[in-house]
Structure formats: C-alpha cells, structure tokens
C-alpha cells in the first residue's frame, strides 16, 4: 500500500505545479462550466494515454520510455519522432518551472531572478542525487504539503458561492484555442509511468489505481484551486480580474494579489510557498523521467548535470518564459503523450480501443488549437 501511495503520488506531483499557476491565468475567459468539462476530459485522455505507456511496457516485458520501446521496436520515423518530443517537452517543461519559480519567488522575497534561477538547477541536482527510497519520501512529503496549502489557501481565501457572472459566463471561443493547449500541458505526465511500473513490481491492478488516484487528486486539486481563485479575484478587484483577462498579469503578480486578498499571514506565507512545492514535485517528475531516458546514452553525473544545466542557460537568455512555454508546448505534448505510443501500439499488433481512439481525436484538436493560436 505505501508504495503505490507514493506511485500515486509521483503522478499526482508531477501535473501539480505550474498549472496552478497557468490555468487561473489562462482560464479567465473561459468560464467556469467549460473549464469543468475541459477538465473532466483531461481526467480521461491523461488516464488512457498513461494506460498506452503502460501497455506497452508490458507487451514488451520491460519498463522502459517510449522512446527507448521506439528506439527498440518501432521505426525510425515513430523512434525520431518520440525522441524529439520527449526531449522537447522535457527540457521546454523544467525550463518554465524554474521560470515560474524564479518570477514567483524573486518578486514575493526580494531575490534576485537569476540567482533562483542557478538555485533551481542546484536544488534539482541534489534531488537527483538521491537514492530512489529516499526520493519517493521526499517527493511524497512535497505533494502532501503541496495539496495541504492549497486546501488551506482555498479555505480561508474563501470558497464562498460562484458568482453567477462566472458560473453562467458565455466562453470566448477565441480563447480556446489558447487554453486548450495549456490544461492539456497540465495533465502531461506519461513520462513517469515506466517508473510506476517499475516501482509497482509490473502489477498491472496496482499500476491502473495508482495512476487513477493520481489524476484524480490532480482533478479535484485544479478544479477547486483554480474556482477559488477565479472567484475571489473577481469579488475583490475587477480591475486585476479586467487585467487578467487583458493577459497583462504575470505568474508573480497572481501570487502577490492571491497573498494581499487572503487577509491572513500564516496563509500569505503559504501561497509563497504553494509555487516552491508545486514546481518542485512537477520538476522532479519530469526529471526522473529525463534519468531513465539519458540513462542508457551516458553517465548518470553527465544526465543530472545536463538535465539542470540547459533549462538553467534558457532562463538566462529568455527570462519570465513561464506562461508563452506552456502556450507553444501542446503539439509536442500531443506527439509524446498520444500520437507516439498509438503508433507504437498499433504498429506491435496490439489492439486500439475506442477511448485510445478518443485520444488521438483529442490530441489532433490540441494540436489544430495550437496552430491557430500561433497563427493568431
């Protein structure tokens, strides 16, 4: 039990994070219904496309990436494609959370931009360095802190009623094609099903509920961070709210606002913290998936270092990157997530079920969105 608590964790860790902070902003004109919907389907394609990882470690009785199953057993188009997308969407994920962090934490304690910055890629290092025990603890104990704040922050900034405003507002079309992409991004957390299934013995019953718990705390997480915030900005200042919507406000001025409006200091101190936590279990998923992947190619000193360094080197040359990374991510997100293991499962033989079928319908949308969204 306490090691699937912890794969369940991990899942959960890894989606939690930046979203908390890119979904409020990008949300905004949205509605609160669309947003519930979006949400609900993200439940569904993060849990068939985490089952397609699963399959195919399985049929292949190895818990390996899907790159490394392509490098193996798929084509060179299907192995080139995932290469690129994993490694893409890797280092373009770590690069905006240390980007977030950095932004968030630079403006609420007075820090200098870039010296977060080389404490995000050092902090990471050391985590790496862990021995895997020691790492599932630690990452555990960030998440149960991470949903702790956010529970707290969302009691006492106030969960009152929705205002009918934003429960009935009409969704401005125009923004989906923005937004899409964003909670899509939210949910991406294949990357660490083959350490799931490791970790979980290649038990499939355990692999299946650990993944569902996983997402569903990241469900119930989003859908109640983001109402809560959506909700008190648009009582308290419909100027910040206009501003918002205007897409004029960054990550760390959301974090003062929410700070300012929660009128209680132990719970400013938290939502300080709400962005440390968050990236910090978000990162290290991502990165122990980077671990298993480069693994095979070099020395595990020459992975961590390289898996710190380059997202450290983009923030110096594009700083406060967070929110335009997570805008331009989906068609890779959709060529890792979706597109690559359905055409590794069905090039195997393996049987495509009607919900993997969704998720590639899912994912073409994502990826039409994205190209509008670039083009506009």
């Not at 995000?120 to 360095?129: A, D, E, P, R, S």
Request: with cysteine; proline share 3%; net charge positive.
């Amino acid at each position: 039990m306490k090691k699937i608590l912890h794969s369940s964790l991990l899942v959960a860790g890894t989606s939690i994070g930046a979203g908390l902070l890119a979904l409020p902003m990008t949300s905004v004109n949205i509605g609160i219904g669309l947003l519930t919907v979006m949400v609900l389907l993200m439940l569904f394609v993060g849990y068939y496309t985490s089952m397609m990882v699963v399959r195919l470690n399985e049929t292949y009785q190895t818990p390996a990436s899907v790159v490394d199953i392509a490098k193996k057993h798929g084509d060179k188009l299907t192995f080139g494609m995932l290469s690129a997308s994993f490694y893409g969407l890797s280092f373009a994920v770590l690069t905006a959370y240390f980007s977030g962090l950095a932004d968030t934490v630079s403006k609420n304690w007075s820090l200098n931009y870039n010296g977060v910055v080389i404490a995000c890629g050092f902090g990471l290092f050391l985590c790496l360095c862990l021995k895997e025990t020691v790492f599932a603890n630690l990452n555990s104990v960030f998440v149960l802190l991470l949903v702790g704040i956010v529970a707290s922050a969302v009691l006492t900034i106030g969960f009152s009623n929705v205002p009918s405003e934003l429960l009935l507002a009409s969704p401005q079309w125009n923004e989906v094609p923005t937004f899409l992409p964003v909670i899509f991004c939210s949910f991406v957390m294949q990357m660490v099903c083959p350490h799931v299934y490791a970790y979980l013995e290649h038990d499939m019953c355990k692999v299946r509920f650990a993944i569902f718990i996983g997402l569903t705390l990241i469900v119930v997480v989003y859908l109640s961070w983001t109402v809560c915030v959506l909700t008190k900005i648009f009582e308290s200042s419909p100027e910040f709210f206009r501003q918002m919507q205007a897409h004029r406000a960054s990550v760390g001025e959301l974090t003062q606002f929410l700070c300012k409006a929660s009128g209680s200091d132990v719970v400013e101190t938290l939502l300080k913290f709400i962005t440390v936590f968050g990236i910090t279990t978000s990162a290290i998923g991502v990165a122990i998936g980077m671990m298993h992947a480069l693994a095979t190619h070099m020395p595990k000193l020459a992975t961590r270092i390289v898996i710190c360094f380059i997202p450290t080197v983009i923030n110096f040359l594009c700083p406060n990157a967070f929110v335009a990374i997570f805008a331009i991510v989906g068609v890779i997100c959709t060529v890792f997530a979706v597109f690559g293991p359905y055409r590794l499962l069905k090039t195997s033989g393996e049987h495509i079920t009607v919900p993997y079928r969704i998720c590639w319908w899912v994912g073409a949308t994502v990826v039409i969105c994205e190209c509008l969204h670039v083009l506009s």
